[in-house]
């Protein structure tokens, strides 16, 4: 497959002359950090050859484009990836090493882009490397935020935020595309004028910055298709620099202008917080849309002409979360008002080529903006949402007796706000959920209403990850094993995992397994060791959680679980547990006291705890600070346990599950999301479930007849005593109590079934812990996962989206 380099010569060759011109100094004397950066960019300029193939080949075979719009796309470092997915990767380390440079060195240099919050960008991530993979003209359009999602200290326990300044050195892979640049206006007014005969609308006065874009390329495995991801930053539109304010001694002011506009771009919202009715955040919105669809049309016309009518045979606009949803009216507006077509028409067309995914439930996620601010800053796309909703109402079905309900329940403009997930799916002809309960949730209860109008529209795609870089990159001693016993023809086909099934009752592989697992361990207590100075046992069971944090997500479950172990071992002489280190991981929202004050009581317990010498041989509790996706790729291959907790109905899908399970994992989880899928799978025998379920949770939150006191007084020894040291100062050395968790949890009335579901999470444990000391029965079921969670590579969810939805 390699026609890359034809040789390790010919590689070091034009390597070893790429460091020297680009630095400018002979070989010897340039540093690792020139090295680093020549390498990306020789690796970019031969995946740039192989893009402008993919493009040709796009060109001739007509082939349907797709664009995937979203707000986040969490990358992660790509030289190693890249090299993996060339075919590379031996060739090019081979020959560094010939050279005296060490790969996985040189790697650490690679910024790792915290272009997104969570699961939802990192989605947006794998699907760009599956739709490489699956040969689909695939592109990313999203935003090129100067400072990604904050980096997390951890200070006397508390999580501390710092800038990331991930562009400070700059960033190799993207090359910056002015002649593409696009300008977009805010704010204004809206005016009629004539044209040809025709009444046409205009939006004057408006303040304009310019969308400029940034290209990454999107390497696929295999080598044959090249895609790119393009970013858009925010710039004056032309240099408007006040010499007089200067003249003055008025610095600011005189680059005033500049600021103004490059603000759009500066930052990524930790937006699990909620950010809306943030002006700034709407701006981002309308950057990245306005941009991309502009960009979109202009491929479109220079293959096609104008034959506006093509554009859904052609082009698949997916939108990832509501976050692009003025793709819709954005759309419109540029075929009605630039491009003459009538409203049915330019209807018709935007909504067979849109389509949307949902990723949460959670109503203080779904996205509103006050009509007033929305209109202010966007005049004609607010004419255009509100004909959009006039044609809505006006075509609504109203012989049904509840039809006020219904309309209430899916309008796009209510009680002074413009509703963002409503608009999405009008303008959508593909609704989709994350996973099989989620899709179910959707249709039954969040957009039932929309579900009974066209249930046509809905469907499920269960999330998927690449598993490319989470476990052939990610793991590579386990890698080896598997591609030793199968070959590496998983890594073209994940079902291929499916042949690690033969081995089950091989006791020399599942030595082999354990080995593996044991140094992915050995090598995450090396890098806990030197990020926060703590030893941890390998020969402990590795009990991890890591993902953001939430109250839905149940990290105060899992912590309450250790408190109660570590209780037992002080007071009961005869309570036996397996040696086990707690890991979690994960930043909170800068806006979220709750999930801030969960991190500052997880690292208050790990104070204590670390540091007492009657447990501390047998139990550890580890934050790792920090969570992204380079040191996520250390945690995954080292778990044993996946912790899955959150209450059932409340996590859409989830993706570390897939990850942890496919790295052998057994998952200690609900019945929620993506982990029913998980189950069914592998086998409820091969993970270890608990707690209540969807329907339960609802029929007991519809009692109303759950009550946190009586949970307390029902358990006093146990449960009661860890809710009493919230507040007793048992883990208070560190940096004060609990109290806020403590009325939250009581006064909220256990709000997310912490207390409900603490006795059967923490019997789950214990039974899943007893049975480690069998360790080929265990390793048995940690292959056994792996060879269940070929599924889950983002590959078959990307074939999915291809054939059902985007039909490209
Ligand atoms: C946003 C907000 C904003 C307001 C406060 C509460 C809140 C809670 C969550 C969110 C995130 C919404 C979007 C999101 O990231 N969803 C995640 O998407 C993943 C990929 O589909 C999925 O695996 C996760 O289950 C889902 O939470």
């Not at 005033?256 to 917080?273: G, Q, V």
């Not at 990850?659 to 270890?688: C, H, P, Q, S, Y």
């Not at 968790?741 to 019997?763: A, C, P, T, W």
Request: glycine share 6%; charged share 25%; hydrophobic share 40%.
């Amino acid at each position: 497959m390699n026609t890359v380099f034809e040789s390790k010569e010919e590689f070091i060759k034009l390597y070893e002359s790429s460091v020297m011109s680009l630095s400018g100094k002979p070989f010897e004397d340039t540093s690792d950090i020139d090295r680093f950066d020549a390498l990306v960019k020789l690796i970019a300029s031969k995946s740039r050859a192989i893009q402008t193939e993919t493009e040709e080949r796009v060109k001739e075979t007509g082939q349907k484009r797709v664009y995937y719009f979203s707000i986040e796309f969490l990358i992660g470092r790509l030289l190693d990836n890249y090299l993996l997915n060339l075919g590379i990767r031996d060739l090019v380390k081979d020959g560094l090493a010939e050279l005296g440079c060490d790969l996985d060195a040189l790697e650490e240099y690679e910024p790792d882009p915290a272009l997104g919050n969570g699961g939802l960008g990192r989605l947006a991530a794998c699907f760009l490397d599956s739709m490489a993979h699956e040969g689909i003209a695939g592109y990313g359009n999203g935003m090129r935020y100067r400072y990604g999602l904050f980096k997390q200290e951890i200070v006397n326990g508390a999580q501390h935020e710092t800038t990331d300044e991930w562009l400070s050195h700059g960033y190799p892979w993207e090359v910056r595309r002015p002649d593409k640049a696009v300008r977009i206006g805010f704010g204004g007014h809206v005016e009629q004028y004539e044209r040809d005969g025709r009444m046409c609308f205009r939006t004057v006065d408006t303040e304009d910055v310019l969308a400029v874009p940034y290209d990454i390329p999107v390497v696929g495995y295999g080598g044959k298709t090249v895609n790119k991801l393009r970013v858009w930053s925010a710039e004056p539109v032309e240099e408007v620099f006040d010499l007089e304010a200067f003249n003055r001694g008025d610095y600011a002011d005189a680059d005033r202008h500049r600021a103004e506009a490059e603000a759009i771009s500066a930052i990524l919202y930790p937006n699990d917080a909620g950010e809306h009715g943030r002006l700034l955040r709407l701006k981002q919105e309308y950057l990245f849309v306005s941009a991309g669809i502009s960009s979109v049309l202009d491929t479109f016309r220079s293959e096609h002409g104008s034959n506006w009518q093509l554009l859904p045979e052609y082009v698949a606009i997916h939108t990832n979360d509501t976050h692009p949803a003025m793709c819709g009216p954005e759309l419109m507006r540029v075929l009605i008002d630039e491009e003459g077509l009538e409203w049915d028409e330019a209807w018709d067309i935007t909504t067979r080529t849109i389509s949307y995914t949902n990723h949460t439930i959670l109503p203080e996620a779904l996205e509103k903006w006050p009509i007033s601010t929305f209109s202010k800053l966007l005049p004609r796309l607010y004419q255009v949402i509100d004909e959009i909703s006039r044609r809505y109402r006006d075509s609504f079905d109203r012989s049904a007796s509840d039809w006020q309900d219904r309309l209430r329940a899916t309008a796009i403009l209510w009680d002074g706000e413009v509703r963002m997930a409503n608009l999405s799916v009008i303008c959508s002809h593909s609704v989709n959920g994350v996973a099989k309960l989620h899709t179910d949730i959707l249709e039954r209860e969040t957009l039932k209403d929309f579900y009974a109008l066209t249930p046509q529209k809905f469907n499920n795609k269960t999330n998927g990850i690449s598993h490319r870089r989470f476990l052939a990159e990610a793991n590579p001693a386990y890698a080896k094993l598997i591609s030793d016993a199968i070959g590496t023809g998983w890594l073209d086909n994940a079902d291929e995992l499916a042949k690690l099934a033969e081995f089950e009752n091989d006791p020399a592989f599942l030595e082999q397994v354990g080995a593996a697992k044991h140094a992915n361990k050995v090598r995450l207590a090396n890098y806990v060791k030197r990020e926060c100075g703590l030893d941890i046992d390998p020969n402990s069971i590795f009990d991890v959680q890591v993902k953001r944090f939430h109250a839905y997500k149940r990290q105060l479950l899992n912590i309450f679980k250790v408190m109660d172990i570590y209780n037992r071992r002080l007071t009961d002489p005869n309570f036996r547990v397996a040696p086990t280190t707690f890991i979690f991981s994960g930043k909170a929202a800068s806006s979220y006291a709750f999930a801030k004050e969960t991190i500052r009581l997880i690292n208050s317990v790990a104070d204590v705890i670390n540091n007492d010498s009657r447990v501390n041989n047998v139990m550890k509790v580890c934050f790792i600070p920090n969570f992204r996706v380079s040191n996520a790729q250390l945690i995954y291959p080292a778990a044993e346990i996946s912790e899955q907790i959150s209450t059932a109905g409340m996590e859409a899908s989830g993706t570390s599950n897939m990850k942890l399970m496919m790295n052998g994992a057994i998952t200690l989880g609900t019945m929620d999301g993506a982990n029913i899928e998980i189950v069914n799978l592998a086998g409820r025998e091969n993970e270890k479930i608990f707690g209540l379920t969807a329907p339960e949770v609802d029929e007991l939150r519809a009692s109303g007849m759950h009550f946190a006191w009586d949970m307390y007084n029902a358990d006093p020894e146990r449960l009661g005593r860890v809710i009493d040291e919230l507040t007793d100062n048992t883990f208070a050395a560190l940096s004060g109590d609990f109290g806020s968790i403590h009325n939250e949890l009581m006064s909220g009335n256990d709000h997310d079934f912490v207390m409900k579901d603490f006795n059967s999470y923490v019997q789950a444990w214990e039974e899943l812990t007893a049975s480690y000391s069998d360790h080929a029965a265990w390793n048995k079921m940690a292959l056994h996962n792996t060879a269940s969670s070929g599924w889950f590579s983002s590959d078959r969810t990307i074939r999915e989206y291809r054939d059902e939805i985007w039909g490209a």
